[in-house]
């Protein structure tokens, strides 16, 4: 059997992650309140009108200690509190403190990078690394086999991925590609699957690089992708623990 086995969304495009119980999805909607907003960096070409490719914002990418943040987003006041190990907690409201993020995020930006300068949001379209509204799936199974060419444990969150899923077998979640599944009560079609960036080298608790999963993904597997992108095509709701079903 295929299950979940953890829900998350990130408010804030690399600044952080959430774990959730259930969640109700939309048609051709990205997961509500996933990347809602970015962080603009110095050289940035976003202004909020639209969609734009994540070498617009500050990323984990480039600014390795932004993989330890965690988030907690109070959607009635509509403020997220952001923790990280080096950091006092903040809690503010993106729309209105940018600045007082800024300079909070400040130490643990590198110095020769960089800088953000402040936080974009489009209306109705989540951040996600895809042009279209996307819904990211990561196989445990897949990370544990990765896992097994360094003889470690590697954690699931530094793959930022919306559904965790548990398959029989590693990789199978490739076969998904073109495909649609259902969980719970919501339908996808699985589109695409992720090429994957040096931000997955960075152990997520500490912020610091820890294994080179992009040289061990192209030397053991023969590509650089963890997980699939999939396309919301039926609304409803999904929990931890329900079954994924390949239709």
Known sequence: ???????????????????????????????????HWAVTHEATKAD??????????????????????????NEAEGTVTLSHPDLWDLTFDPDRDAEKFVEWVRPIM??????????VKV??????????????????????SLGETFN??????????????EVLSAWQEFDWVGKSIRIGDVEFEVR???????????????GEYDWDTLKHLRDHFGHKDFGVKAYVTKAGQISRGDQVEVL
């Open 48 to 73: 909020g009108s639209e969609w734009a490719r994540c070498i617009n914002f500050s990323r984990g990418a480039s600014s390795p200690h932004l993989m330890a943040l965690t988030a907690k987003f």
């Open 123 to 144: 209306p109705g379209v989540g951040m996600t690394d895809s042009d279209w509204p996307s819904i990211s799936i990561i196989n445990a199974s897949s990370n544990a």
């Open 152 to 165: 470690a444990e590697l954690s699931m969150d530094r793959w930022r991925g919306n559904i965790h899923v």
């Open 1 to 35: 059997m295929t299950s979940v086995t953890a829900l998350w969304r990130h408010p804030i495009k690399a600044h952080g992650r959430e774990p959730l119980e259930r969640v109700a999805l939309e048609v051709g909607k990205c997961m509500p309140w996933d990347r």
């Open 192 to 206: 695409e699957r992720i090429e994957r960036c040096s931000a997955t080298t960075v152990d997520p608790e500490t």
């Open 110 to 119: 590198p110095s020769k990078k960089r800088q953000s300068t402040g936080i």
